[in-house]
C-alpha cells in the first residue's frame, strides 16, 4: 500500500504530459477520469466526548467535519498516481482539554466489483484550547491504482471519511447529521 503524506505534483503536470503525448501526430493519448473522492455516508462528520459517563452538549471535546474533498491525477504506463486532498475542521466543545486533538479519518480505494484494494487510517492533529478554539488541516495522501489496460481504471472509487467510533456514529445518526 503506498499512502503518505506528500506535495502535490498538480494538473499542470497532468496536462503538460498530455498536450506532450499528442505531439508530433502521434495517437491521441488514452483518456481517463481522475476517480473523485466519495465521501461515505455518516462519515462527514464526528462529535466526539470527553471521557466518562456524561453525553450532553457540556461533555463535548470536540466536534470535526470533513469540509471538502478533492483528487488530481497523474498517468503512468501500469499505474495511475492519485493525490487525495481533504480539508478537515475542527471546533472546540465546552470540554476541551489542552493539548493535542487527533481527529480519525480513512481513505479507501474500491474497485469496480467493490472491493476494497488498498485502504488506511490517519488521524489530522490539532492544537485545541478554550483560548484556540477552532482549527481546519489540509490532508495530502498518495496512492498509485494499477491497471492493466486504460479501461481498467473507470471501475475504482475512492472513499473518504471522518472515522468516528460506534458511540459517535449512533451520536451522530440520533442528532440526524445537524
Excluded: W
Amino acid at each position: 500500500m503506498n499512502l503518505a503524506k506528500f506535495a502535490v505534483r498538480g494538473p499542470a503536470a497532468l496536462a503538460l504530459a498530455l498536450a506532450l503525448g499528442s505531439c508530433g501526430g502521434g495517437p491521441a493519448p488514452p483518456s481517463f477520469v481522475c476517480p473523485p473522492p466519495l465521501t461515505v455516508q455518516d462519515a462527514s462528520r464526528i462529535t466526539h466526548f470527553k471521557d466518562g459517563p456524561g453525553r450532553d452538549p457540556r461533555d463535548i471535546a470536540y466536534e470535526a467535519v470533513l469540509v471538502n474533498a478533492g483528487s488530481a491525477c497523474q498517468l503512468g504506463k501500469k499505474a495511475i498516481d492519485v493525490t487525495v486532498v481533504m480539508i478537515v475542521s475542527v471546533s472546540a466543545g465546552p470540554a476541551v482539554t489542552a493539548g493535542q486533538t487527533r481527529v480519525p479519518y480513512f481513505v479507501r480505494v474500491i474497485d469496480g466489483s467493490g472491493a476494497v484494494r488498498q485502504g488506511q487510517d490517519f488521524t489530522a492533529d490539532f492544537k485545541l484550547s478554550a483560548a484556540s478554539p477552532r482549527g481546519e488541516s489540509r490532508e495530502e495522501l498518495s496512492l498509485s491504482l494499477p491497471f492493466n489496460e486504460i479501461s481498467d481504471l473507470t471501475g475504482y472509487r475512492i472513499a473518504v471519511g471522518l472515522k468516528p467510533s460506534p458511540e459517535e456514529l449512533n451520536y451522530n445518526r440520533r442528532a440526524g447529521g445537524r
